[in-house]
């Protein structure tokens, strides 16, 4: 399952729960792009009930992410993920 925000986008499969974070080298140097993924991690690091146990996800960062406000940082991640979850379970019910 996959879903696309304006500064990121999520893929996930089945899986034991794992998270990643990945960059586009348009964001920049690398502290840039580390920077990126640790604000996204942070985001997600608060908002810990979002995650599905069952999912393993990547998010993917764009250039605008790299320069957003957090807080709508948070919002994107939550966004994301409640996306993916509906689709998740939607599949999970016609299966």
Known sequence: MRARGDLARIACLPG??????????????K????LAKRRFREALRTQPHLLAPRLDCVFVVSEAGASAPFQRIQEEVRT????VRERWESESACS
């Open 80 to 83: 994301l993920i409640c996306k």
């Open 16 to 29: 034991s729960g794992l998270v990643g974070f990945a960059t586009s080298k348009k964001i920049g140097s």
């Open 31 to 34: 502290p840039k792009r580390n």
